[in-house]
C-alpha cells in the first residue's frame, strides 16, 4: 500500500512570498490533515478535512494560510504572504475516517524555510 | 482546548534498561491516545495507541497505560535497543474516529549500547 505523498520535500523562500504544499492522501481514506511542526515541538493542527468538507480548522490562521481538498482526494495548503514564523515542517496525514478506527498516517512532510 | 504535557523531554538509558515516558492530558473528554515515533527527519510513525475503555495495551516490548481519573498515561518501552532511538510523541484525541489529536512536546530517548 502506497504512503501518503507530499511535495516538495524542502522550500526556502523569502518572507511576504507565497508557497503552496500538495498532499496525496493513502488511497480510499476520507480524512486528511495538515500539521505544522516547529522544531522541537510536536505537531500542530491546522486544519482537517472528512472527503473535501472541512470539520475543524480553528487554529489555521486563515489571514494567511488556506487549504482546499476540491475534489476529496489531493489537497493543498497554501500561505501567503510567509512570515519568518512560518519555518516549519508541513505534514499531511490521512485516515480511513469513519469507517476506521482512527489511526492517522503521515506523510514525509515538507521542509518550509521563510528568510 | 486540550493541552497534552510531555515529560522528560530528554531521556539516556543504557541499551537493555526500560524507559518510561509520561503524558498528561487537560479534557476529560478525551478518549483516544495514541503514541507516535519519530526518527531524524523521517515522518512520525504510530507504534501504540490505546483509547478510554481499557487501562493497558502491550505489544511487544512496548506498553501503554492510561489513568483516566488523573489524566495521565505513560509509555512503558522494556529491554531498549539502539534502534530505539528517536523522538516519540504523546497525543491525546477526542471524537469517533475522526479524532482531533493534540500532541505533546515530544521526548528524545537515546539509548546508549
Known amino acids: 500500500e502506497a504512503g501518503v505523498a507530499q511535495s516538495p520535500r524542502y522550500k526556502i523562500i523569502e518572507k511576504r512570498q507565497s508557497v503552496a504544499f500538495w498532499c496525496n492522501p493513502i488511497?480510499?481514506?476520507?480524512?486528511l490533515y495538515w500539521y505544522q511542526q516547529i522544531l522541537g515541538q510536536g505537531p500542530k493542527l491546522l486544519i482537517q478535512f472528512q472527503n473535501n468538507g472541512v470539520v475543524d480548522d480553528s487554529q489555521l490562521p486563515k489571514d494567511r494560510f488556506s487549504a482546499e481538498r476540491l475534489k476529496g482526494v489531493d489537497s493543498t495548503l497554501k500561505i501567503q504572504p510567509a512570515k519568518l514564523e512560518d519555518s516549519a515542517v508541513y505534514l499531511c496525514?490521512?485516515?480511513?475516517?469513519?469507517?476506521?478506527?482512527?489511526?492517522?498516517?503521515f506523510g514525509p512532510g515538507t521542509r518550509l524555510t521563510v528568510l | 482546548g486540550e493541552n497534552v504535557e510531555q515529560h522528560p523531554s530528554t531521556l539516556s538509558v543504557q541499551e537493555g534498561d526500560s524507559a518510561v515516558i509520561k503524558c498528561t492530558y487537560s479534557?476529560?473528554?478525551?478518549?483516544?491516545f495514541p503514541w507516535y515515533k519519530q526518527e531524524l527527519g523521517k515522518r512520525p510513525q504510530l507504534i501504540i495507541d490505546i483509547r478510554s475503555n481499557v487501562g493497558e495495551k502491550k505489544d511487544q516490548r512496548i506498553a501503554v497505560t492510561l489513568n483516566k481519573t488523573a489524566k495521565h498515561f505513560s509509555l512503558h518501552i522494556t529491554e531498549t535497543q539502539p534502534e530505539d532511538s528517536a523522538v516519540y510523541f504523546c497525543a491525546a484525541g477526542r471524537g469517533g474516529s475522526n479524532y482531533k489529536l493534540t500532541f505533546g512536546k515530544g521526548t528524545l530517548l537515546t539509548v546508549n549500547p
Open positions: 496525514a490521512s485516515s480511513l475516517g469513519l469507517a476506521g478506527r482512527g489511526e492517522q498516517f
Open positions: 488511497s480510499g481514506h476520507a480524512t
Open positions: 479534557d476529560s473528554a478525551s478518549n483516544y
